[in-house]
């Protein structure tokens, strides 16, 4: 259900490379799993919200909110896109 902290490294490195701003989603459980993508990917565009302490839903529903694009998996954030009208397109 989870891609690889490598493979989303990756993923992020090649956005951020085409000048897109990138936002590592991470609920309480998920701090570091975010904070390692966003160091795989070594590039000034790609930002961990691993950092941020607390992490309230509203935060969350914000960032997804302005979000041009959510990549994802299998998760609430999918359903959270959804709801909120945004495309997105989900790694299984």
Same mark, same amino acid.
């Given at each position: 259900?989870?891609?690889? @902290?490598?493979?989303?490294? %990756?993923?992020? *490195?090649?956005?951020? &490379?085409?000048? =897109?701003? =990138?936002? =590592? *989603?991470? +609920? ?10 966003? &160091?795989?990917?070594? *590039? ?5 919200? #691993? ?5 309230? %839903?509203?935060?969350?529903? +914000?960032?997804?909110r &302005?979000?041009?694009l959510?990549? @994802? @998996?299998?998760?609430? =954030?999918? *359903?959270?896109?959804?709801?909120? #009208?945004?495309? &997105?397109?989900?790694?299984?």
């Amino acid at each position: 259900r989870l891609w690889s @902290t490598e493979y989303c490294g %990756i993923l992020a *490195h090649e956005l951020a &490379s085409r000048n =897109v701003q =990138v936002i =590592v *989603h991470a +609920g309480p459980s998920e701090r570091l799993e975010a904070n390692e993508i966003a &160091s795989a990917a070594d *590039h000034p565009l790609v930002q961990s919200m #691993g950092h941020i302490d607390p992490l309230p %839903i509203s935060l969350s529903r +914000g960032v997804i909110r &302005s979000a041009a694009l959510v990549i @994802t @998996t299998d998760s609430g =954030v999918r *359903h959270m896109a959804a709801a909120l #009208g945004r495309k &997105s397109v989900v790694l299984y």
